[in-house]
């Protein structure tokens, strides 16, 4: 149990959206709460009681009027005296009522993610919750939704956590038979069964990797480009897929240079489809460098759309790539019907005949690469490497059968060790100030 100190600033922070807005909330965490809430609102409300009253600057003049929301510590997010002030979300009223609490004494503007730091050093919170949260705030589709809430409800603490307690264990048997190795009586297979259990909880967390490499897709999101000759319609149909006009559509070959990205949400998931330069010999240097970019972002898409224009087919060489390459006719209002090509999708970006076939179709790509993942999974790069480093550990163990069982244990305890880095209860001091300036002001 740590010893807590506790902060010596109290700290707030516009804690909702952008201004203007109907209301705007105020949140303030510290030690100085109760003397601030007294002097604008003339008392200290009942906690996590609503109060309506007025709101007074420190001379007495009336700032606003609204909500005031009081929570002692430890008994609220951050573990210490807490509030919150809901006024109403003018640009001037929040601006005045800012640099009101500015003026207290050791009051001051919070940095970034610096309440959920506060919960995470007062022990409300372990870093995956602390890391959910702000990826609940930042989810924008609903498949990252459904993952920040599964992670910020802990169940990933959960499962390191049991999984720590089974190295404990492990290594709990292995001092016994070390303790007892003299007597006769010790059955040799304690330490067997431990090995059988090592290897069995060493295959657990590859599952749960491979689920981690599957659910970065909600993370990283699909990346689809389209490729094709000038003219074939490619930015008609980033238009048509965005339903905005994004990209400058016109008759003139060479129309496009630079790559137009755009990020939709497709079943959840984020996929950036990508209009890019029509493929050519050109003598242009711009156009050239479009080219090349056409190229290299096909070349590390995951899915590349083909397109053609059915009613004048002129081949272009497909590009490199690794990922899927799907042929997409277009024009198909113009084309002669039944052409004998061999397109996987005939469309018209400008009638939008045929879309929903092709979207639908993207859709299924995009969630055939999440696949199917496990209930809880690891959704940052951070736990991944923490993982993959826990488990070459407990591999180590297993199979350096020839090393004393000391050093075979030590494995064990190194591995227990890099999963509470995980969840952030082993020394993690060194990145707390990187994890949390990535979180917004006011959370
Ligand atoms: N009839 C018909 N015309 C289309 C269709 N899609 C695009 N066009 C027309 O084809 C022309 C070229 O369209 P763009 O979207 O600019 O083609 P692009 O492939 O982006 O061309 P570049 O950027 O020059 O490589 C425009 O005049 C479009 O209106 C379609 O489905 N049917
Ligand atoms: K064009
Ligand atoms: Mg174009």
């Known amino acids: 149990m740590i010893t807590q100190l506790g902060f010596p600033d109290t700290i707030?922070?516009?804690?909702?959206?952008?201004?203007?807005?109907g209301v705007a909330v105020i949140r303030l965490s510290g030690p100085h709460i109760r003397f601030v809430v007294e002097t604008i609102a003339g008392k200290v409300p009942k906690p996590r009681m609503a109060a309506y009253c007025p709101f007074h600057s420190r001379t007495s003049e009336v700032l606003d009027r609204g909500l005031l929301l009081f929570f002692s510590g430890p008994h609220s997010f951050t573990g210490e005296d807490c509030a919150e002030f809901h006024l109403h979300g003018g640009v001037a009223v929040v601006d005045r009522f800012l640099r009101e609490l500015s003026g207290f004494e050791n009051c001051r503007m919070a940095e970034p993610g610096e309440f959920t730091r506060r919960a995470f050093t007062n022990g409300k919170m372990d870093l995956t919750i602390a890391e959910g949260l702000a990826d609940l705030v930042s989810?924008?589709?609903?498949?990252?939704?459904?993952?920040?809430?599964?992670?910020?409800?802990?169940?990933?603490?959960?499962?390191?956590?049991?999984?720590?307690?089974?190295?404990?264990?492990?290594r709990a048997l292995i001092e016994a038979e070390l303790d007892f190795a003299d007597e006769a009586d010790v059955p040799g297979s304690v330490s067997a069964k431990v090995w059988q259990a090592m290897e069995l909880l060493s295959g657990q967390i590859s599952r749960h990797l491979a689920d981690g490499q599957r659910a970065s897709v909600f993370r990283d999101g699909v990346h689809v480009a389209i490729i094709g000759a000038p003219n074939a319609g490619k930015s008609s149909l980033l238009n048509a897929v965005a339903g905005r006009d994004v990209a400058i559509i016109s008759e003139e070959a060479g129309t496009t240079r630079d790559l137009i990205e755009v990020k939709l949400d497709l079943g959840g998931i984020p996929v950036f489809l990508t209009d890019t330069a029509g493929l050519r010999e050109t003598e242009g240097q711009v156009e050239k460098i479009g080219i090349e970019r056409a190229r290299s972002r096909a070349a590390s898409a995951d899915l590349v759309l083909l397109l053609e224009d059915m009613s004048r087919p002129e081949p272009v060489e497909p590009p490199k790539?690794?990922?899927?390459?799907?042929?997409?006719?277009?024009?198909?209002?113009?084309?002669?019907?039944?052409?004998?090509?061999?397109?996987?999708?005939?469309?018209?970006?400008?009638?939008?005949?045929?879309?929903?076939?092709?979207i639908g179709a993207m859709t299924r790509f995009a969630e055939a690469k999440a696949g199917s993942i496990g209930d809880v999974v690891p959704t940052r790069r951070r736990h991944m490497d923490l993982l993959g480093e826990a488990r070459r550990e407990i591999e180590e163990a297993v199979e350096k059968?020839?090393?004393?069982?000391?050093?075979?244990?030590?494995?064990?305890?190194?591995?227990s060790q890099f999963l509470g880095r995980i969840t952030g209860d082993v020394d993690v001091e060194d990145i707390l100030d990187a994890i949390f300036s990535q979180f917004c002001i006011g959370k």
């Not at 059968?401 to 591995?415: C, I, K, S, T």
């Open 139 to 170: 989810a924008e589709t609903e498949g990252q939704r459904r993952l920040a809430q599964q992670v910020a409800s802990g169940a990933q603490r959960d499962l390191y956590d049991g999984w720590r307690k089974e190295l404990i264990q492990a």
């Open 401 to 415: 059968d020839n090393l004393p069982l000391e050093l075979r244990a030590e494995h064990l305890r190194r591995a």
């Open 321 to 358: 790539s690794g990922g899927a390459l799907w042929r997409v006719g277009n024009k198909q209002d113009l084309a002669a019907p039944a052409s004998g090509e061999e397109w996987d999708f005939r469309i018209s970006a400008r009638s939008g005949e045929g879309m929903d076939a092709l």
């Open 12 to 21: 707030f922070a516009l804690s909702s959206g952008r201004l203007p807005s």
